[in-house]
């Protein structure tokens, strides 16, 4: 582990100037002045230019992401069933943990570190609620009263839980090789991947309690925390330059260690490798060191470039190429304002021959001066042509962030026609297709199927969720026990599937009329079925709510033995009990 240590320390040293440049990127995303500026006049303006950027493309990819029919995950199993409790829980989990909000967060992220990472977490709890239940009373000798109750309180302990997300810096990560391409090649090669920690005295209680940290160790650095808080350039925290950007002075966490969670391949039999997590601080102190606690043997962090490049691990931000051009927009904004402030206040030149006294400036002011010893001097409007150069710079740094005019709400661009208007759309269907195709690939489908990994192996109770069944099934409140077979079951992201079918909506319903026309006899080998397309249409355009209610599926009135349908559930397969049978034959 002391190799493993000193490598992690010199990871992070040798991308120290890649976390100078970050830094550098979310000042500009702050729209804060520094050191690049050249200019140095009255006015400190900031041209919004990168934020604008920035806040379209994270709006548009989380539109694109996010459907308005909630649904978002699909799931294909190795036996071929549709496992509906299992993309109904998932999709609860998309729910609890607000991920709209945090893919937003993220997708910022990503654009200015160049780096999506994303730590994956199950939090256990236990939650002590309150509740009124009426009660018999009783007398003395233990009868109960006849015809009268009274109200009592009674506390239950709920056990609670579910997955978290933690959107991690990439100043906090280091991943080694950094030639490698991804989080697991980089655990196959031999090497590790390691997340900068910062917990407070009552952080490391927590985890001392959940047993991620070893007790006796854990009290010692409790004890000596200062001497365990690194404040070098390469351990800046970035959550402090975020919270000051906020107008937030502290934290409130008080003293903090250091600690470097470090992934890697240990060998734990001769010649038998595997997947351990480890704890640990400065002087080679081990908080803990043991087998990775996940039953599915990964790796909790996902980590993709927004960009790949050739050869590195890392992306590259893509701030990197209109950083000049910001400074720039920058510059040119503050001389215009300078310019503007000369522009509005005119020079007042006058003949000394005939006073030297001040000559005031005020509604109805009277100058004993001959009207011919005093005028104005007017400067050039030079700001006009400043704005004209702003304009350029903007048209410039939306290009090269390929934000298209159709991701900006507000434009001032002449009325387009038809033609124009629908050019502009399939550019946007495809631009933004490909940037999303990123974070859907490398998060949110690992997420998914982490999530449920750790659904089977944490919960232990049943949870009430929303399910959607077959179309033309109403949605309900439906108790899911925890699951008890692991089946191959493979869950992926189609949300932006979803919205890509919504915009193309009007194509579909046109090529559905042109297929009407077809004659049979054009097709003598074929048999037209259009039930999938009237369902795909329907869902599409009025959402799975609506058209599952307008859309019945008929086989759903008959009705199956109940003695097959027991044989069928007790071989694991998802059956629609009929509403009409008798509910004690199952």
């Known amino acids: 582990m002391r190799d493993t240590f000193d490598r992690a320390r010199r990871g992070f040293e040798d991308q120290q100037e890649r976390a100078s440049d970050i830094a550098s990127y979310w000042q500009m995303w702050n729209c804060e002045l520094d050191a690049g500026q050249i200019y140095n006049g009255r006015n400190r303006l900031y041209a919004p230019f990168v934020f604008e950027a920035i806040q379209a493309r994270s709006t548009r990819f989380v539109n694109q992401l996010f459907p308005q029919s909630d649904r978002h995950i699909e799931a294909a199993s190795e036996d071929g069933t549709i496992p509906r409790a299992q993309i109904s829980l998932c999709e609860h989990y998309v729910s609890e943990t607000d991920l709209r909000e945090q893919a937003a967060a993220l997708s910022i992220s990503g654009d200015v570190e160049g780096q999506y990472n994303l730590y994956i977490d199950w939090e256990v709890g236990n939650r002590r609620t309150v509740s009124r239940a009426e009660k018999p009373v009783e007398t003395p000798d233990g009868n109960e009263v006849p015809g009268e109750k009274v109200v009592d309180l009674t506390e239950e302990d709920k056990a609670t839980g579910g997955p978290t997300l933690e959107i991690l810096s990439d100043r906090d990560v280091c991943i080694l090789p950094a030639t490698s391409p991804s989080v697991d090649a980089a655990l196959s090669a031999g090497g590790c991947v390691v997340i900068l920690r910062r917990w407070g005295k009552r952080q490391l209680k927590q985890m001392v309690k959940k047993g991620t940290l ?164 007017h400067m050039d409007p030079t700001w006009a042509q400043g704005a004209e150069i702003l304009a350029n710079l903007k048209t410039e740094i939306f290009q090269v962030l390929s934000v298209n005019p159709s991701m900006v709400t507000q434009t001032t661009k002449k009325k387009l026609n038809q033609a124009e208007v629908a050019q502009e759309q399939q550019i946007d269907i495809l631009t933004t297709g490909d940037a999303t195709r990123v974070l859907k690939d490398a998060i949110l489908n690992p997420m998914c199927n982490l999530w449920m990994d750790l659904d089977y192996q944490f919960r232990d109770y049943a949870i009430t ?71 795909d249409i329907v869902e599409t355009g009025f959402g799975a709510r609506i058209a599952r209610l307008c859309l019945k599926d008929t086989r759903a009135l008959i009705s199956v033995d109940p003695q097959k349908e027991n044989a069928l559930m007790q071989m694991g397969h998802y059956i629609v009990v009929h509403p009409m049978d008798n509910a004690e034959e199952h």
């Not at 000051?244 to 008080?254: E, T, V, Y």
């Not at 077959?470 to 309900?476: I, K, S, V, Y």
């Not at 579909?508 to 009407?516: A, D, E, R, S, T």
């Open 465 to 535: 969720i929303r399910e959607y069944g077959e179309m033309g099934q109403r949605a309900e409140l439906e108790s899911v026990p925890p699951f008890e077979l692991c089946r191959k079951t493979t869950f992926f992201w189609v949300g932006d599937e979803l919205v890509r079918g919504a915009q193309q909506l009007q194509q579909k319903i046109g090529l559905f009329n042109l297929i009407m026309k077809i004659p049979a006899q054009l097709m003598p080998h074929f048999q037209l079925d259009l039930e999938p397309i009237i369902c």
């Open 214 to 377: 070893d007790k006796k160790q854990t009290e010692q650095i409790i004890h000596d925390i200062e001497y365990y808080k690194e404040d070098s350039n390469t351990t800046k925290d970035p959550a402090k330059t975020m919270l000051s950007a906020a107008g937030i002075k502290k934290d409130g966490r008080g003293k903090y260690a250091l600690i470097y969670e470090i992934w890697t391949e240990l060998e734990v039999e001769p010649d038998e490798f595997r997947l351990c997590q480890a704890f640990m601080v400065g002087a080679y102190k081990v908080l803990m060191a043991r087998r990775n606690p996940y039953w599915s043997d990964q790796c909790p962090l996902l980590s993709a470039p927004v960009k790949r490049t050739f050869g590195s691990a890392k992306g590259v931000s893509l701030l990197k190429p209109v950083r000049k051009l910001q400074f720039f927009a920058n510059d040119v904004l503050n001389e215009m304002a300078d310019g503007a402030n000369y522009t509005l206040l005119p020079i007042t030149r006058r003949d000394p021959a005939y006073a030297t006294s001040p000559l005031i400036l005020a509604p109805g002011a009277i100058w004993d001066v001959p009207p011919a010893s005093a005028d104005f001097a």
